[in-house]
């Protein structure tokens, strides 16, 4: 015989011992589908035939086919199963995991069992052991049906045994294969009129033949999906299902049901329900069609699969929605939830029951797109959305486009029915994703957490780091809400190995030499804080699309999350003053936004670094100072005695020079802070705005877009310097280092050399360092002490690893980049939060600080 | 770095006999961080001055030798100028006869008072020159300090915290050898290697004869061994056997009252119990004071200890002994890693929640997330939050005028911001709010901390 198994099932072989159960699993089945009594007794004991091991031996078998069931694997359990009570705590297993139970039940008469059994060599049961397990197997086989299984097959002879073939069944539900595009509609309830126009503005040609069937056709191959509740309550219930009987016929359109659909169905078959007034409206209309449609009605609705899995597992269409644990599964829980969805128990002032918010707790990655429960505008929350815009009560019908997710709506021509409860209105200015955002989930970002990036695919953050993360987020970030974005590390230039430095142009070019790129752009490195500006074109941008509460005008945060400014004035007046060059320069006009995220640097370093500064900078400079002074005198005096101090002098008087090289070094970058005025800003990227992460722009747009700002505003912000070399032609090159000499030695930190475009691979299809800096001699004196460059020390120096500080720089920004693409997206805050908790993790690694 | 050592004893250039140096050369000794040098810059019978110079590795200091990790973590250090423990080992190494009063040439000279000068170069102080003259004074020196600005560039910055300080007094030389020795890295406050138990053998032998006399013995017992309270109560005790209880800790305004923190948590305790919960969130537990108060009553059944620094629980973790517990208490705290701003199932369906100064550890911004986090998510029966009374702040001599209690304290409130906020929470989540003073109560100001028990309206 060939059986039909469906291809997720848990199958419990039936046999008594000697039946040749694990023959016959070997056969059929992959190894790693079959769970065996014995093996888990011997994995426990180290003996497959000791007794004394079977509880233990059970709760393995148990814990692996959960696991199994949970990830949707098919499971074969290879035990004598002949007992109610063994096959119960696995039935009630499938069930939990809404998979169906098939029982093979391999019924041979008991003297072969015997046979088989005493020919054994590695163990033997006696003889009333067999029988008795026969008994139970024989009195089993009339109530397997009820015990849950969703098929039996009895295999009665050793030839029946033999003949035995199965193949795997796909689920009803498994339509992974159709990829689309589809328009998805949401309850119709009898509005045909409203129908048909939604479904031509789609695009969608609608002809009817002479005896009243429909021809529906897209010219693009697209396919209309049906949310369920056709019927019921509106004015043209019938005309609703024949158009839409007639397009899933045709193949141009899937259905699936809805709860409506369901209880006409009972009535239909005949079974008793409670004819409401919504149903007495279709069973009114039905009875004016003829027998021929009002069977083919119940056939139809009697087809019917709770919901479809498509587009390759990315799509799930259901009436009332579905959990991730019920996507592909087929039960009788799955059906009823995806029918009604699931309620509290509680019933609210309407005396309407208060649904569980599954879509609150929703994760996986799947779209759910779903109905049942009328909203005033359908709203994305996790993946999920709820597109019934309750047309039959006067709202809207309305269309979701796949994969553009557009949604498209034809207005109610009129109130059919008056709703029980008024439409719920949210609370004005947030979404219902941001209401859920307002308190973000530690599950979301606790633990070792894989990241999936476009630009990089999987990123590893370990737990250690992510605590350490976490730990920082907490106590020192300001509101995740506005966290959308952290900059990565930069690594610096390979070491030097010839110059009189550690860092020189020349090693950068010749990084990106190796990578294939062949143009680069070097760009002034400004020496003051790293800051990310958000900055918003009024103050009602931060509530409606950051979901912050108060009003504000946007926010200007560090590297790591905290504000920059711990004084909220300061932040307002500069923010304020950003806004306006910003409106000056038609930024947000032209870009077609209301807030802009700026990558910038803002001087002084002192404004930020004060305390380091003194404590460290000054405070060294200030002890080599008078310590070198006194040497030197010392040594002078010694001299005069006609004493050779040469040596020592000259290695004296040689630290005392560079000391005040290194005195001048940090004084560059500090002056007094009194008001705005003697802050400035450096922008250097227009990161990301209403729907867009500028990565695909290379950098001369974005310092193009910048140079505006300065236009604008050339008092607080400051442009970028920078130089084009190309790394194929030597006398560019040479000007690029030349530029670096001249602005080094002008007192500028250094130079960072950047690929044009924002995102660059090489020729093997690998992501290329999106930076690297080259700083100068004397900045690098304030990193690597005063003393650096003498001979002895350059040398030791020049032993530095930059493997780790490059992994780091280019994981970071994959996770950076990837954070603003899903919140320009309208992803939920935890996706965005997740990768900037993410880059913060791994910059808790231990690098090199002075890299 | 440089120290010098000068005498106007006629003939002064016996001051090369007794450092066993000799005037007229320049010599150079290898030490394990860089090098010494030894000269005289004047060497005349009236006055003769020697030099230690030290010149410190700077890249050796940060990377260490042959993969074994440095002594500092910064190349920017001010290490190779300043007077430091690196200049006790020079003096141990390159004077190390003087240092023990041995002299083969001149017995004689050793245990002789002379007119002796030190002037090091360069002294860290960060509490001024008050604690060099405290330090020296009492040994019998003039103490000379010379300070200077941070940055002459910005005055606004204020002086640096060092000084160049010139020492006289008449004694034997090994004597300001070993004083120079202890006290150099008191000043500086920092040792550059690790302190361990023969440490205290060290500072009990150059301290001989006059340490335990010194009015600063205690601070400068704890400064010498780094703070290792363990070691600085082991040398103490064996400096002046009758003291051995004292505390060394430098006491703060929160030390001041010791119980005051005890007390809080007997009261919270006392509250929990009131209510008879039995499963109890230790929100914010840090190293676990409150932890072993509930351990260790058989009144609380699970308790679960939840802080946001993973440094802490482990601290926590160790001080509870909670992996060699008695099989009686085996399993009944649990320790979490998790923030207070974030929704966190693992806290769900206990009976009560403590936050014993916790909530002015959060900035005011986060506030709301916190408070829907517990009270909203985590929702236990009955929440006991402790938080200063910022008005009690003015009876703490030490706090100047708005400071806060703690450096990270993001906020402290008065009564009635405790209050007004305490109901606000209170109506929002439906919990009922009592408040009540913990710790002495002053007329005007209330007592130095408040607690606030929230307890669910039962629906």
């Known amino acids: 015989m060939l059986a039909k198994i469906p291809e997720l099932s848990l199958i419990l072989l039936i046999g008594a011992s000697g039946s040749g159960k694990s023959s016959f699993a070997q056969k059929h089945f992959l190894p790693t589908e079959i769970l065996s009594s014995d093996a888990c007794r011997a994995m426990v004991s180290d003996d497959e035939t000791n007794q004394a091991a079977t509880g233990d031996a059970f709760d393995v078998l148990h814990y692996i086919a959960g696991k199994r069931l949970a990830r949707g694997r098919l499971t074969v359990i290879d035990a004598t199963n002949v ?59 009339s109530k397997l049906r009820r015990e849950g299984m969703h098929q039996v097959i009895v295999l009665s002879s050793e030839d029946e045994i033999e003949a035995f073939q199965w193949e795997r069944q796909p689920l ?108 007495q409206e279709t069973l009114d209309q039905l009875d004016r069609e003829n027998d021929a449609f009002r069977e083919r009605t119940k056939k139809f609705l009697d087809g019917l699969v709770s919901h479809y899995v498509l587009d390759s597992g990315r799509l799930i269409v259901a009436h009332a929605g579905l959990p991730e644990t019920m996507h592909g599964r087929g039960s009788a829980k799955v059906r009823e939830f995806a029918l009604y969805g699931e309620t509290t128990g509680e019933t609210d002032e309407f005396g309407l029951p208060i649904r569980y918010n599954w879509a609150s707790d929703y994760r996986g990655n ?65 979404s219902a994703q941001q209401v859920q955002d307002d308190v973000l989930d530690i599950a979301d970002i606790a633990g070792k957490r894989r990241v999936q990036t476009h630009l990089m695919g999987t990123v590893t953050v370990p737990e250690e780091n992510g605590a350490a993360a976490l730990e920082v987020l907490s106590r020192f970030a300001a509101d995740p809400k506005w966290l959308i974005y952290l900059p990565p ?35 002034q490195k400004h020496m003051g804080s790293r800051a990310v500006i958000i900055v918003c074109r009024d103050d009602s941008v931060a509530k409606h699309r950051f979901g912050v509460q108060e009003n504000s005008l946007g926010i200007i945060y560090t590297r790591t999350g905290r504000h920059f400014f711990e004084n909220p004035e300061m932040e307002l007046a500069l923010l304020n003053r950003v806004r306006m060059a910003s409106e ?53 005096h010694t001299a005069r005695r006609g004493l050779d101090t040469a040596d020592l002098t000259s290695l004296m008087t040689s630290q005392q020079a560079r000391a005040e090289q290194f005195i001048r070094a940090y004084r560059r970058y500090v002056w007094p802070v009194r008001s705005l005025d003697d802050v400035k800003i450096a922008p250097f990227h227009l990161l990301a705005s209403e729907g867009k992460v500028h990565m695909d722009q290379d950098h001369e747009w974005h310092l193009e877009k910048l140079q505006s700002l300065t236009a604008a505003d050339s008092a607080l912000i400051t442009p970028t310097p920078t130089i084009r070399v190309l790394l194929d032609d030597s006398q560019s090159i040479e000007a690029g280092v030349v530029w670096w000499e001249q602005i080094t030695a002008a007192g500028f930190e250094g130079m960072v050399v950047k690929p044009l475009p924002f995102v660059a691979r090489n020729d093997d299809g690998k992501l290329v360092q999106p930076a690297i800096k080259v700083r100068g001699r004397e900045y690098l004196r304030i990193i690597y002490g005063p003393d650096y460059n003498a001979k002895e020390n350059l040398d030791r120096l020049r032993h530095r690893g930059l493997a780790a500080k490059r992994a780091a720089a280019l994981r970071e920004f994959a996770l950076g980049l990837e954070g603003l693409q899903r919140f320009v997206a309208g992803e939920p805050l935890r996706r965005v939060h997740e990768c900037v908790h993410a880059v913060l993790a791994l910059e808790s690694q231990p690098v090199d600080p002075r890299l | 770095m440089l120290l010098t050592i000068s005498t106007t004893r006629s003939p002064a250039t016996d001051l090369g006999y007794l450092l066993h140096k000799h005037p007229n050369k320049v010599q150079t000794f290898p030490l394990t961080f860089g090098q010494a040098h030894v000269f005289y810059p004047e060497a005349t019978s009236a006055r003769c001055t020697a030099a230690l110079l030290l010149s410190v590795d700077p890249v050796g200091l940060v990377r260490g030798k042959a993969g074994s990790e440095g002594l500092v973590d910064q190349y920017v250090n001010d290490r190779p100028y300043t007077a430091s423990s690196f200049l006790s080992v020079a003096i141990a190494q390159v004077f190390g006869t003087a240092l023990a009063g041995h002299c083969k040439a001149r017995p004689e000279l050793v245990e002789q008072h002379l007119p002796l000068e030190a002037t090091i170069a360069v002294v860290p102080s960060q509490d001024g020159t008050d604690l060099i003259r405290r330090l020296f004074e009492p040994l019998g020196y003039t103490v000379n300090a010379t300070s200077y600005p941070l940055d002459e560039q910005f005055p606004e910055w204020g002086e640096s915290p060092y000084y160049t300080v010139r020492l006289n007094a008449t004694l034997p030389l090994h004597q300001l050898l070993n004083h120079l020795y202890v006290l150099i890295p008191v000043l500086d406050n920092d040792k550059h290697y690790y302190v361990g138990d023969d440490e205290v053998a060290k500072l009990l032998r150059h301290g001989e004869g006059w340490l335990e006399f010194h009015p600063e013995r205690q601070l400068i017992t704890t400064r010498y061994l780094k703070h290792h309270r363990g070691l600085a109560t082991l040398a103490i005790s064996r400096l002046v056997p009758e003291n051995a209880n004292d505390d060394p800790a430098s006491p703060t305004s929160e030390n001041q009252a010791p119980s005051l923190h005890e007390q809080r948590l007997l009261k919270v305790v006392e ?44 601290r926590a973790q160790e001080r509870l002994h909670l992996d060699h517990l ?41 506030l709301p997330s916190f408070e829907r986090a517990v009270f909203e998510f985590a929702h236990p029966k009955v929440v006991v939050v402790t938080t200063p009374n910022a008005e009690y702040n003015r009876l703490y001599p030490s706090l100047t005028e708005g400071a806060m209690r703690h450096r990270d304290h993001r906020f402290e409130w008065t009564r009635q911001q ?34 606030g028990v929230f307890t669910q309206y039962v629906s």
């Open chain 1, 489 to 523: 590390t930069m690594s610096p230039a390979e070491t030097s190995q010839e110059f009189d430095t550690l860092e020189h142009p020349m090693e950068a070019f010749l990084y990106f030499q190796r990578q294939n790129i062949s143009d680069v752009i070097c760009e």
């Open chain 2, 418 to 451: 405790f209050t007004d906020w305490a109901h606000k929470v209170g109506s929002r989540f439906g919990y009922a709010v009592r408040i009540e003073g913990l710790g002495p109560e002053d007329e005007a100001v209330g007592s130095p901390s408040q607690m």
């Open chain 1, 83 to 141: 007992q109610s009570e063994s096959r119960r705590s696995l039935i009630a297993l499938a069930r939990q995991h809404h998979v169906l139970v098939t029982a093979i039940v391999l019924n041979l008469p008991e003297q072969i069992c015997i046979n088989r059994n005493s020919g054994r060599t590695d163990r033997q049961f006696s003889r009333h052991v067999i029988q008795r397990q026969i008994r139970q197997l024989k009195s089993s086989l």
């Open chain 2, 326 to 366: 008695p099989s009686h208490l085996e399993g009944k705290v649990t320790l979490l890693h998790g923030s207070l701003t974030y929704r966190d199932r693992r806290l769900e369906g206990f009976d009560a929640a403590a936050l014993v100064e916790v909530i002015e550890h959060l900035d005011l911004s986060r």
């Open chain 2, 271 to 314: 509250e929990l119990k009131k209510h008879e919960s039995r499963r109890v969130l230790d929100l914010g537990c840090g190293e676990g004071r409150l932890l072993r108060l509930l351990l260790k009553d058989p009144a609380f059944k699970e308790v679960i200890g939840f802080d946001i620094s993973t440094a802490a629980l482990t």
């Open chain 1, 172 to 279: 009803w539900n498994n339509k992974s294969e159709d990829h689309g595009p589809f328009d998805i509609i949401g309850d119709v309830h009898g509005c045909f009129d409203e129908l048909h126009a939604l479904v031509e503005k789609l695009g969608y040609h609608i002809l009817q033949d002479p005896k009243g069937a429909y021809q529906v056709r897209h010219p693009e191959s697209r396919k209309l999906v049906f949310l369920g509740d056709l019927v019921d309550r509106g004015p043209k219930i019938a005309d609703v299902l024949r158009f839409v009987m007639d397009a899933v016929d045709s193949g141009t359109a899937l259905c699936v049901p809805g709860n409506h659909e369901s209880k006409l169905l009972r009535k239909l078959k005949g079974l008793p329900v409670t004819v409401s007034h919504g149903l």
């Open chain 1, 366 to 430: 799947a779209m759910v797109v779903y109905g049942h429960t009328p909203v005033p505008q359908p709203e994305w929350l996790n993946r999920t959305i709820n597109i019934d815009t309750g047309c039959v009560f006067g709202g809207r019908l309305t269309a979701l486009r796949y994969p553009e997710n557009q949604l498209v709506d034809e207005a109610a021509r009129r109130v059919y029915t008056d709703p029980i409860r008024p439409l719920n209105h949210p609370a004005p200015g947030l």
């Open chain 1, 584 to 636: 000056t320069a038609g930024l947000f006009d032209h870009l077609q936004t209301d807030w802009l995220l700026l990558d910038t640097e803002i001087m002084p370093w002192s404004l930020k670094a004060q305390d380091l500064i003194q404590r460290q900078y000054a405070a060294v400079g200030r002890a080599a100072h008078i310590g070198l002074a006194a040497a030197v005198d010392a040594l002078t």
